[in-house]
């Protein structure tokens, strides 16, 4: 199972634009990252999936450079209810557990 | 959709009693459900695969005899905590996998937190 590196913390202002980084090194031919966000004493929530490249959703896009061994989430204009710990994780079809690291808990500020 | 309650969402028991919590798919059939717990300001931990049908596969250092898992269908996976005490209030979050696109994702449930006094 791949390991996953983040910052422990991160700050922000109301209206501005997050970058989340993420290190998986060892990252797998049939592996996907995976981000979710969780919010005190609840269980937590899908993000974003991707691949490779880039993808986007409706609530934010996921970086993936040509080697897969980083991955960056960007949260466009983030509020103060973005406050939260976001955790990236790696997983391939068919492999079936998630093994969490330390998250980055994102502090946004008015 | 990919929606996964829990029930109950919080529990206070005696030390030495018995707890279910029971982790439900409510719009996919998941094959496979996982169970985590979480410490205050600490990350999930894994403690368990539930595979629908079979034995739950256990992570290093859980006691399968004190956390009985069931997955009696495609849709509700049950763990039981025995015999509570009070080091195992936590946090207790479950799974369920979804394939969608060729890649499997994990939905989380809301959590139930467990008080044993």
């Known amino acids: 199972l791949a390991k996953t590196t983040q910052p422990i913390s991160m700050d922000s202002y109301e209206g501005q634009e997050v970058n989340i980084t993420c290190s998986h090194n060892?990252?797998?031919?049939?592996?996907?990252i995976t981000w979710y966000q969780q919010f005190p004493s609840q269980g937590p929530r899908f993000i974003i999936q991707?691949?490779?490249t880039k993808v986007t959703n409706e609530v934010a896009s996921l970086f993936i450079p040509a080697d897969r061994k980083s991955s960056t989430l960007s949260l466009p204009r983030v509020s103060l209810s973005d406050t939260a710990v976001y955790y990236c994780?790696?997983?391939?079809?068919?492999?079936?557990?998630?093994?969490f690291g330390t998250g980055t808990r994102l502090q946004v500020f008015p | 959709g990919a929606v996964v309650s829990q029930h109950p969402s919080w529990v206070i028991c005696k030390s030495g009693t018995s707890v279910k919590i029971e982790c439900r798919s409510l719009?996919?059939?998941?094959?496979?459900m996982f169970w985590y717990r979480q410490f205050p300001k600490q990350s999930l931990m894994l403690m368990a695969t539930?595979?629908?049908?079979?034995?739950?596969?256990?992570e290093q250092g859980v006691e399968k005899d004190k956390f009985l898992i069931n997955h009696a269908s495609l849709t509700l996976s049950t763990l039981t905590v025995t015999s509570a005490h009070p080091e195992d209030s936590s946090f207790y979050i479950c799974?369920?996998?979804?394939?969608?696109?060729?890649?499997?994702?994990?939905?989380f449930g809301p959590g139930t937190r467990l008080l044993v006094l």
């Open positions: 799974s369920a996998s979804k394939l969608a696109g060729g890649a499997e994702t994990q939905y």
């Open positions: 539930s595979n629908e049908g079979s034995k739950a596969t256990y």
């Open positions: 991707g691949y490779k």
């Open positions: 060892n990252i797998a031919t049939n592996d996907y």
């Open positions: 994780l790696v997983g391939g079809y068919n492999t079936d557990k998630l093994i």
């Open positions: 719009d996919f059939q998941a094959t496979t």
